[in-house]
């Protein structure tokens, strides 16, 4: 049986550095941004995910992700900043 899914080190500083950006942004307009980009960035992983399963096991895509049955994954950007809050906050 595998171990559970764990954060890294590395990730859980970018956890609680992304949440002091949330908490100090008090304009909504910049936190819909933010959770614009947030929402981008766990649907591109999520796609990312399910290209790299159906790579290791040769099945075919998901009707769910893609009604035509393409097998395209999106262009992935996983390491971009997110800008919303200003460089100081970065």
């Known amino acids: 049986m ?9 990730q859980q500083f970018e956890l609680e550095r992304m949440t002091r950006v949330i908490d100090s942004t008090g304009d909504a307009q910049s936190l819909r941004g933010l959770a614009k980009q947030l929402l981008q960035a766990w ?4 796609a990312a995910t399910e290209w ?9 895509p998901s009707r769910l992700s ?3 049955g393409q097998s395209q994954p999106t262009a ?3 390491n971009q900043e997110f ?6 906050v970065l």
């Open 2 to 10: 595998s171990e559970p899914l764990a954060l890294t080190l590395g």
């Open 43 to 46: 649907q591109t992983q999520r």
């Open 52 to 60: 790299m399963m159906r790579q290791q096991l040769g099945s075919p």
């Open 66 to 68: 893609d009604p035509q």
């Open 76 to 78: 992935l950007k996983l």
């Open 83 to 88: 800008s919303v809050a200003g460089p100081d």
